[in-house]
Each structure stands twice: as C-alpha cells, then as structure tokens.
C-alpha cells in the first residue's frame, strides 16, 4: 500500500504492487520488471477487442489500472515526451514501485541517483525522491535531457540512445563508441513494456519536439542550408504541432535562425501556414 505522503497522486488497483524496497545490485537489476510485463499481458487480453480511440469508455478504464497516470500524463506533457516511454522506463527501474532503492542509491519509481543526478536535476532532499510524482517530472525532465544530443538521429536510433544513456549515464555513453551490452538489454526490456502500453493506450505521435528544430539549425553556420532545414522540418511536421507549439516556434525562430530567418521561402511558407 502507498501510505499518506502520496496523497497528490493515484493510487494501484489491480496491480497490488509490492512496496518493499528494490534488491536490486549496482546495475539495477531488472528481473522485477519481467512480473509487471506478465500483468501487462494478462491486461492486455482482458481487453481483445478493445476499440483503442482516445474517448473509449475501455481505454479510459485501462488509464484508470495504471499506477500514478495523471502523474505521468502531466509529466510527458510537460517535457514534451512520449507518455508511454515514460511509462515503460518506470515498470523497468522500480517496477512501478514509488519506494523503491537500489544498492547504488537510485530511489523512487523513476530510480533517480542520489546524489549525483538528483542534484544535478536540482534535487537538494532525498524525500523528494519518493513522492511518485515528483520522482516522474525528475525523471521526464531527465530523459528529455540526455535525448538532445540525439535529436538529429532517426526517430528509432535517437530513442535507443535516450534509453542508452537515461541506463548507464550520458557522460558514459558519449566515451563509448558502440551500445554496451547492458544497456542494449535495458532497451530492448523497455521497448517490450512500450509495445504493451502502445496496444493498452492511444498516444498521438510526438512529432512535434520544438529542440529538434533549434539543434537542426544551429548544427550549422550557413544562412541558406539552416533556412532550408528549417523549412524542411517545418514542412514534415507542421500538421503535428499544436496551437501553443507553433506560438513558440514563431516567437523563437528569430533567434534560432539569425539572418536566415529573413529567407524568403521560410517566410512564403509561414504565411501560408500560419497567415503571417
């Protein structure tokens, strides 16, 4: 049972998880995660002919058996993540578990290190660490932060390498030259629980990642070539971003872009789009 310092958050139903403290070694051992992902399945085909639209009366009951899903919705929104890898990262390091610790002092249910990462995430108490929700917007925050590196990747290997580095740690990552064989056991676990989610749960696609834009176009000095990569992934993903998304590209693109923002294609392209 969760005990009353969570009261901000959901609490378990059917998953009745477990809140003894994770014996886990050093690496975080994972094998916990192997029970979540049986009841994923048995979820899973409760649920055969689930119609999964985002107002059906079954996924909403689906959204109701998971652990703290305000908590992760808000979360991922925030941060501009997908929910459910969100999701799956936290079946994987506490099984879903907000009392979690490991042997190396990771805590909480996104098994946040203490001290080093915690405070590098601006975490100066350890309590913080096991408020399940405050645990998941460190967490969130987190795995959009080692993602940025990758942004300019293809959607599949940018995701390999956020799972990478949120497993072994960015700075670790960057010295390797390859995915060590831990880590690649750590995405592939966590792809199996993003698999389940995906089927339980409707998510729209997250195309729309405003920093992939900002790193594409200063990954280069050239006025012309920035102008026309801007076009391009505004182009691509247009039809993806919100109202509030676009609102802050256009007041940042300035920035972003110096001289080629004054590009006449770009602009041609922002008045039909936007009516500016």
Not at 35 to 52: D, G, I, K, R, Y
Not at 123 to 142: H, M, N, T, W
Not at 212 to 219: A, D, G, I, R, W
């Amino acid at each position: 049972m969760i005990n009353g310092r969570y009261k901000n958050c959901q609490k378990a139903d059917i998953f009745s998880i477990t809140r003894k403290k994770q014996k886990s070694s050093s690496n975080r051992k994972i094998n916990a995660g192997k029970a979540v992902a049986f009841w994923w399945m048995l979820l899973l085909f409760q649920f055969p002919t689930v119609s999964f639209t985002t107002e059906s009366t079954n996924n909403a009951s689906t959204k109701e058996k998971i652990p703290f899903y305000t908590c992760f919705n808000d979360a991922a929104e925030l941060h501009s993540i997908d929910r459910n890898w969100l999701i799956a990262v936290a079946i994987i390091e506490s099984s879903l578990d907000p009392s979690a610790i490991s042997t190396a002092n990771a805590m909480g249910i996104m098994q946040i290190k203490w001290p080093q990462t915690a405070k590098h995430l601006g975490i100066k108490d350890q309590k913080v660490l096991f408020d399940p929700c405050s645990s998941i917007e460190a967490g969130a925050r987190y795995l959009t932060e080692v993602r940025t590196p990758y942004l300019q990747l293809p959607k599949e290997e940018r995701n390999n390498m956020m799972l990478g580095a949120y497993r072994i740690g960015p700075n670790a990552l960057r010295r390797l030259n390859q995915l060590p064989p831990v880590a690649e056991e750590y995405i592939k676990k966590v792809r199996f629980e993003k698999d389940i989610l995906d089927q339980l749960i409707e998510i729209p696609a997250q195309n729309c990642i405003l920093n992939e834009l900002k790193t594409l176009s200063l990954k280069t000095h050239h006025p012309v070539e920035r102008g026309q990569r801007s076009i391009q992934w505004i182009t691509q993903n247009h039809e993806s971003c919100d109202q509030t998304s676009w609102k802050q590209l256009i007041n940042n693109l300035p920035i972003w872009l110096g001289t080629a923002h004054s590009s006449l294609k770009l602009q041609a392209l922002l008045s039909r789009l936007f009516g500016r």
